[in-house]
């Protein structure tokens, strides 16, 4: 069987691509990366700095000067890495709210962008990997060997993370969670650089009403039947 070296997978929040992502990974022993810890950190980072995020030359010169380094932690599924920036680990400090208040507006500027994706394609270009994000297939990774489009129901994307976050001992308002990621998804597919969009020649996958072996199954099957160009 030859699978597939590298495989592009984009999505929504909570649309179950990391875990989907990391648990392909496992099966197949390749590298998992999430992109979304680079525009996280950065985000983290930044608000630190007191850096506003209008100012988009300090910003990029921030991100070009910041080394994150990403290292696997296979014991926990949901964030199966901890996460480094100039040897402190802030693995949990960028999943707070305050982060995610903040992150698209990060996102959205080109030149961050820029830096950060010539970074994840150096990653990639060392082959068997899974690279996570949103614009993967269309903009990072354009010449992926497969691509998956991973989404779910707003609903159900806010009760993951509603459930993630009560697992973790934080308090949770289901409605609010809802209401910041509907914010989050406006900002990710409307903004002018790389935005959150299906490729072309992405395989489309709903994670609605399926366990996670039912996704990992319906995708294995068609990695397992994949023939190069
Ligand atoms: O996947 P996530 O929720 O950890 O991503 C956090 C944010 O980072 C998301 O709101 C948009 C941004 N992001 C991006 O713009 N491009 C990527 N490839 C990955 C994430």
């Excluded at 988009?56 to 000067?65: G, R």
């Excluded at 959205?108 to 962008?113: E, K, L, Q």
């Excluded at 060997?145 to 994307?157: G, N």
């Amino acid at each position: 069987m030859s699978l597939p070296s590298i495989i592009a997978v984009d999505g929504p929040a909570g649309s179950g691509k990391s875990t989907i992502s990391h648990q392909l990974a496992e099966r197949y022993g390749y590298l998992f990366i999430d992109t979304g810890i680079f525009y996280r950190t950065m985000t983290l980072v930044a608000l630190r700095a007191g850096i506003p995020f209008s100012n988009t030359d300090a910003l990029t010169t921030l991100t070009e000067n910041t080394h994150i380094d990403i290292i696997s932690q296979n014991d926990d599924p949901t964030h199966p890495y901890a996460v480094f920036v100039e040897g402190e680990d802030v693995t949990n400090q960028i999943r707070t709210p305050q982060v995610e208040a903040s992150v698209s507006a990060l996102s959205a500027i080109g030149s961050v962008r820029a830096a950060l994706v010539e970074q994840q394609r150096r990653i990639a270009a060392k082959g068997n990997i899974i690279m996570a994000g949103r614009d993967i297939g269309t903009v990072v990774l354009p010449h992926a060997d497969v691509k998956l489009y991973i989404d779910a129901s707003i609903q159900e994307r806010a009760r993951r993370r509603f459930q993630e976050r009560v697992s973790q001992g934080q308090s949770a308002n289901l409605a609010e969670i809802e209401a910041a990621m509907v914010q989050r998804d406006r900002v990710d597919s409307e903004r002018e650089v790389s935005p959150l969009r299906q490729a072309k020649d992405a395989i489309y996958i709903s994670t609605d009403n399926k366990s996670i072996e039912q996704v990992l199954g319906e995708i294995g099957e068609k990695l397992e039947i994949w023939q190069p160009a």
